[in-house]
């Protein structure tokens, strides 16, 4: 059985940071891209970003670009997002993803985590 757990989300000011962790486990992670998405209140789930099985390549929307990093430890079945210079609109629920299906920026994920609350104060 596939889980993914997020951690790591709260309550912040904005410009401040958070980093959110995701544990995966019942599948090989190694071989699955991995990819955060964000759904805010009243709208719909969007794509924040995703980084290849190797680590080799990584995708972010444009309103994250440059704030948000992705990562992974293959070792430790685990997937990052730090987050920076975090904004109101930042607010949401994060949710991890695993095994894109070959579109790193879909919704088309085989697997999703529960999803972590994520704050913004202005």
């Known amino acids: 059985q596939v889980q993914l757990v997020e951690s790591g989300g709260g309550l912040v000011q904005a410009g401040g940071s958070l980093r959110l962790s995701c544990a995966a486990s019942?599948?090989?992670?190694?071989?699955?891209?991995m990819g955060w998405f964000r759904q805010a209140p009243g709208k719909e789930r969007e794509f924040a970003a995703a980084?290849?099985?190797?680590?080799?390549?990584?995708y972010y929307a444009d309103s994250v670009k440059g704030r948000f990093t992705i990562s992974r430890d293959n070792a430790k079945n685990t997937v990052y997002l730090q987050m920076n210079t975090l904004k109101p609109e930042d607010t949401a629920v994060y949710y991890c993803?695993?095994?894109?299906?070959?579109?790193?920026?879909?919704?088309?994920?085989?697997?999703w985590g529960q999803g972590t609350q994520v704050t913004i104060s202005s």
């Open positions: 993803a695993a095994d894109s299906r070959g579109n790193p920026r879909g919704s088309g994920y085989r697997y």
């Open positions: 980084i290849s099985s190797s680590a080799g390549s990584t």
């Open positions: 019942g599948l090989t992670f190694s071989r699955y891209a």
